[in-house]
């Protein structure tokens, strides 16, 4: 089973940028879908991005667009994501995860696939990012 460790969370100003890191151990991710998921108190997990295995697909949420980047580098398998502008309704848990179960074809390119919470099947624990007014 793959390991998932965020780093890279923080506080930060409005208008200010950070780097999300998550970084897999246990075996390689390189096959897998992998998403960054956040959830602010009192408020359901949210997709954020996503990025198909070979990177070719890459996914984002309405909320997001514009100003976060996802990447991936299956090599030191890690999959980052930068994120400029930020605004105090960003502020929340990150999360990283991982699809390791391969869909069909099909669904590999389709965003709405790598929105839902449950195709993923394995977690990282979080990382807390607060962006101040």
């Known amino acids: 089973q793959v390991q998932l460790a965020e780093s890279g969370g923080g506080l930060v100003q409005a208008g200010g940028s950070l780097r999300l890191s998550c970084a897999a151990s246990g075996r390689t991710f390189s096959r897998d879908g992998m998403g960054w998921f956040r959830q602010a108190p009192g408020k359901e997990r949210e997709f954020v991005a996503a990025i198909r295995w070979s990177g070719g697909t890459i996914c984002y949420a309405d909320s997001v667009k514009g100003r976060f980047t996802i990447a991936r580098d299956n090599a030191k398998n890690t999959v980052d994501l930068q994120m400029n502008s930020l605004k105090p309704e960003d502020t929340a848990v990150y999360y990283c995860?991982?699809?390791?179960?391969?869909?069909?074809?099909?669904?590999?390119?389709?965003?709405?696939?790598?929105?839902?919470?449950?195709?993923?099947?394995?977690w990282g624990q979080g990382t807390q990012v607060t962006v101040s007014s």
């Open positions: 995860a991982g699809d390791s179960v391969n869909p069909r074809l099909s669904l590999s390119y389709d965003c709405n696939y790598y929105a839902e919470v449950s195709i993923y099947d394995y």
